[in-house]
């Protein structure tokens, strides 16, 4: 690898996709690898950059998020990252100390993690079963190449998933009976020291407004002060491969912007960084009176680059295991602005916790096994006093729902709202509630898809061994010990991929691990016992 000193050529660094893995890339290349800004150009399909993490709408029209991120101390890449960027309301504190200090002020102790015909559950016991016990520490030693490409399911009895573990466990990650055994045994090593807390969610860090506006705001103005290019609306279509000293070389960038097809000749010192896949690609969003569409067509471009890059070499993984299951890999999602706080009264008196202070809310009795989280208000940057915004989702979105008698595919925002009601016993004011309320479904068809079953090589390295100038990026990449579906691995992926095209002596942060710390190990092994 060729090393970035003051003899390295000039070189241009092309990222394609506008998600926080390239906003991150971007910043570590400026930073670590002393590139200038105007160097590096971003390619990005959409309108606006910040791929899943984003956030939109206004109070008129309501706001939209299509998800929702949890932080913690153990996600030393985030922190490292935002420990350079400057806060957009003080530049004299970056986003870091923001965060910190925000969770300093407003920390999370929840109530009412799980709630069963319209009361709370006690979860202070995880309510293993003795073989549940045995089935998790086994887990937890065997190797993830003896557990090959087996499902969850195929590892505990059926009883484990009525467990109070379960209900917290699965709707706090978002996991699925039929995913990855290998994910969910990364996930036990790599979030044990959330173990004895996962019914209250004290460790939970959140950002002081919505992630887009707390972290993809400051990171692309910053990048942008940087002298950063930024392409949007321009899809990378494909790239061109030269074999070069039995590796493999891209010369050529082909994109369409405008519905103008263009090209993109690179150097012999130039790099590329594609994010490969995509969580949110082809999502859609209802209204109150309409459900989402279900797109399954591809319409997205992140996906297609992908089969066309992998079709170049084996080395370049194979997307068709992730985005073939949509069935598998769906779950829809909503938001709900609302005029007023009659509804925030209700759920803070029924929870005892004021907005902010809780965590995720999940009805285990819902069919579509719904949840929702009431955040610190206000969750948008300039969102109004009078205005509230709360999101939530469910992962059963083929099933009918107990109340409104359709699947939640089906459902209008009105609908959605209906069942939430209902399932909180809120009936009497149902009607003012629907009439103050504007529901904002999500249909997500790969939100889940890095969960799915795989094998080695599913997942291509960041930087295969048969890359010249290329590192792939993001969530559908390999990264050993670390977890998908988390800001964390995406900016991991960053780190690794800058330090190594660049040869620079350095590692990515090292991954937190509290299996090496007694402390963790004994609470978490008393919450197991328990």
């Known amino acids: 690898m060729e090393t970035s000193d003051t003899t390295t050529p000039y070189r241009n660094i092309y990222l394609v996709g506008g998600g926080i893995a390239s906003l991150a890339s971007a910043a570590y290349f400026i930073r670590n ?53 400057p806060s957009l309301t003080d530049p004299a504190v970056t986003v870091h100390g923001e965060i910190i200090a925000f969770n300093k002020a407003n920390k999370t102790h929840s109530n009412a993690r799980v709630i069963s015909n319209g009361h709370i559950v006690d979860v202070s016991s995880m309510d293993f079963s003795y073989k549940d016990r045995l089935d998790l520490i086994e887990l937890m030693a065997i190797s993830e190449d003896k557990l090959g490409s087996k499902q969850i399911n195929q590892w505990f009895d059926p009883r484990f998933f009525e467990t109070n573990f379960w209900y917290m466990w699965d709707t706090m990650f978002a996991f699925q009976q039929w995913h990855s055994l290998v994910e969910f045994k990364r996930y036990l090593h790599r979030f044990i020291h959330e173990f004895e807390r996962i019914n209250t969610l004290t460790g939970v860090d959140r950002t002081p407004f919505n992630q887009y506006d707390s972290i993809v705001k400051p990171l692309i103005k910053w990048l942008q002060a940087q002298g950063v290019k930024f392409e949007t609306g321009a899809e990378v ?11 493999e070389r891209v010369e ?71 985005d073939n299951h949509v069935d598998q890999s769906k779950w829809e999602s909503f938001t709900v602005t609302c005029k007023g706080t009659e509804f925030f009264n209700l759920m803070e008196k029924f929870t005892g916790n004021i907005a902010g202070s809780g965590g995720l809310v999940t009805f285990k009795d819902s069919n579509w096994l719904m949840s929702v989280v009431l955040p610190h208000q206000p969750h948008f940057i300039g969102q109004p006093n009078d205005v509230t915004v709360f999101w939530g989702y469910g992962l059963f979105p083929n099933k009918e729902g107990n109340y409104v008698k359709k699947r939640m595919v ?61 590192a792939f990026i993001g969530q559908f990449v390999e ?9 964390e691995y995406s900016i991991r992926t960053a780190q690794t991929a800058v330090y190594t095209l660049l040869g620079l002596d350095k590692q990515p942060t090292p991954i937190y691990k509290g299996v090496h710390h007694l402390g963790v190990l004994f609470e978490a092994a008393k919450t197991l016992l328990a």
């Open 33 to 85: 690898g002393k590139i200038r800004g105007d160097q590096i150009t971003i390619f990005e399909e959409q309108p606006i950059m910040g791929g899943s993490l984003d956030g939109s709408g206004c109070p008129e029209d309501g706001y939209v998020l299509r998800g929702g991120r949890m932080l913690n101390f153990s996600y030393v890449c985030t922190y490292d990252l935002l420990s350079f960027i």
């Open 479 to 487: 990264v050993p010990e670390d977890v998908v579906f988390t800001v």
């Open 410 to 470: 089906d459902c209008t925002g009105a609908e959605i709202m209906t069942e939430l009601l209902s399932h909180l016993h809120f009936n009497n004011v149902t009607d003012q509630i629907l009439k103050t309320s504007n529901c904002i479904p999500c249909m997500l068809p790969y939100i889940t898809s890095q969960f799915l079953v795989r094998e080695k090589g599913d997942r291509p390295l960041v930087v295969p061994e048969v890359s010249h100038n290329l």
């Open 237 to 247: 279509t494909n790239l061109d491969f030269r074999r070069l000293d039995d590796k």
């Open 252 to 322: 050529r960038i082909h994109y369409k912007q405008n519905n103008i097809k263009k090209e993109l000749e690179l150097t012999m010192h130039d790099l590329i960084l594609v994010t490969v896949g995509s969580m949110t690609a082809d999502s859609s969003l209802g209204s109150m009176q309409t459900p989402p569409d279900v797109i399954l067509n591809k319409a997205g471009g992140s996906w297609k680059l992908w089969h066309n890059i992998a079709e170049r070499n084996p080395q370049f993984g194979n997307p068709i295991v992730f």
